[in-house]
Structures are given as C-alpha cells and as structure tokens.
C-alpha cells in the first residue's frame, strides 16, 4: 500500500509561486497515476491536475492550466505541483492522490490513496 506525505506549502502573495511535493513510500510510484486535488473550508475536494504513471500525459481544470504544472519524477518516487501567478482564490488545503488505472480521472472518489495535505494560503 502506498503512502503519501505532501510538503511545500506555505504563506505566499498574490503574484507569487509555491512548488507542492509528494513524496511516495510503500508501493511501486512508477505504476500509479497521479493527481492533486485541493480543498477549502465548506468545500468539497476539487480536482487540481492529474499525471499518468509515466509522466506523459497531464490533465488540468481550465482554470488552472497555464498556471499550474504537475510533474513526477519517477526515480525519486516523487509528485510536484509548480503553481505561478498564485489568486487568492488557491488558497486551499492541497492533496496529493493516486489510483492504479490510466484514465486521468477528476473524481476524487476514483483515487484509493490520499496524503494528508498541505496548506497553502495566497494573501491579497
């Protein structure tokens, strides 16, 4: 069974960049497909981006693509998430997840495996 433990978030301005990571322990990284998903308060768990198991295809919301980029390295059994020109509006608990399968699911209930999140907080 995988583990996941996210790192990177933080205090940023309006305008500024953060980079997400997610380190992986306990499975095979290289086979699961990845995503991020976040969450604020009073909110449901909202699809941020997803990458395939070997890094070459990526799925984004449209407000996020241009902005945010999802990466993995898998030597290092490691997910990124590079987010720039951060709104206020990101501000959200930020989730890393993985499933076995290709499909680039949104749904957060078609990923088996969560960290517990890291938080990120873009002041205006």
């Known amino acids: 069974q995988i583990q996941l433990v996210e790192s990177g978030g933080g205090l940023v301005q309006a305008g500024g960049s953060l980079k997400l990571s997610c380190a992986a322990s306990?499975?095979?990284?290289?086979?699961?497909?990845m995503a991020w998903f976040r969450q604020s308060p009073g909110k449901g768990r909202e699809f941020v981006a997803s990458i395939n198991a070997a890094g070459s295809t990526t799925r984004y919301t449209d407000s996020n693509k241009g902005r945010f980029t999802i990466s993995r390295d898998n030597a290092k059994n490691t997910l990124y998430l590079q987010m720039n020109s951060l709104k206020p509006e990101d501000t959200a608990a930020y989730y890393c997840?993985?499933?076995?399968?290709?499909?680039?699911?949104?749904?957060?209930?078609?990923?088996?495996?969560w960290g517990q999140g890291t938080q990120v907080t873009v002041s205006s």
């Open positions: 997840a993985s499933r076995v399968g290709s499909i680039l699911y949104t749904q957060p209930q078609s990923y088996n495996y």
């Open positions: 306990g499975g095979t990284f290289s086979s699961y497909t």
